[in-house]
T-cell receptor
């Protein structure tokens, strides 16, 4: 029973390049959440997606960041024209449904550590 | 005022000790609370979640919520070196049932 999978685990980009982070939810989970963990900071909610829908992107920076969760394939967090301040650990979580307790049961992947040089 | 405040530690205890980890929170709306454990360079692992005031027990772990004082705690009995990790408290926030707000974490070291 594979958990949440993320790749790459480590990503180095130069300023101005694009970063693509991928997340495959746990089997049977159709809800995906992205969080960012900056050094010395707690995890911060970025976006909540269901298949082919962005439900809540209130935590996403207004520019350069986008996310998708297509009908087929993994969820992707895309950062265009990266800057040094984007260096952080990006975690994806998934849950089976959003009702009762299940949405609180978010299971996290190992994260992608992005370094912008 | 931050929604979740957590003592960053670090906290160092001998093996077998009882560990108490604490968080305080503001804003009483939608009160689900979670504890996660995060090993170095790994993703957070859900330990427990609770809704109501009182205690919830799972093995060596007990989560406690005191809504009157807005205080949440995690107790670890018979602590083991393998419990050495950062412990994160979290709660739902923003009036939603999915958007989690995390504390910054408490680094725990259990010495053999």
């Amino acid at each position: 029973n594979a958990g949440v999978m993320q790749n790459p685990r480590h990503l180095v980009r130069r300023r101005g390049q694009e970063a693509r982070l991928r997340c495959s939810p746990m089997k049977g989970h159709s809800h995906v959440y992205w969080y960012r963990q900056l050094p010395e900071e707690g995890l911060k909610f970025m976006v909540y997606l269901q298949k082919e829908n962005i439900i809540d992107e209130s935590g996403m920076p207004k520019e350069r960041f986008s996310a998708e969760f297509p009908k087929e394939g993994p969820s992707i967090l895309r950062i265009q024209q990266v800057v040094r301040g984007d260096s952080a650990a990006y975690f994806c979580a998934s849950s089976p449904r959003v009702s009762g307790h299940s949405s609180y049961e978010q299971y996290f992947g190992p994260g992608t550590r992005l370094t912008v040089t | 005022q931050k929604e979740v405040e957590q003592d960053p530690g670090p906290l160092s205890v001998p093996e077998g000790a009882i560990v108490s980890l604490n968080c305080t929170y503001s804003n009483s709306a939608f009160q689900y609370f979670m504890w996660y454990r995060q090993y170095s360079r790994k993703g957070p692992e859900l330990l427990m979640y609770t809704y109501s005031s009182g205690n919830k027990e799972d093995g060596r772990f007990t989560a406690q919520v005191d809504k009157s004082s807005k205080y949440i705690s995690l107790f670890i009995r018979d602590s083991q070196p393998s419990d050495s990790a950062t412990y994160l408290c979290a709660r739902n926030s923003g009036g939603s049932n999915y958007k989690l707000t995390f504390g910054k974490g408490t680094l725990l070291t259990v010495n053999p």
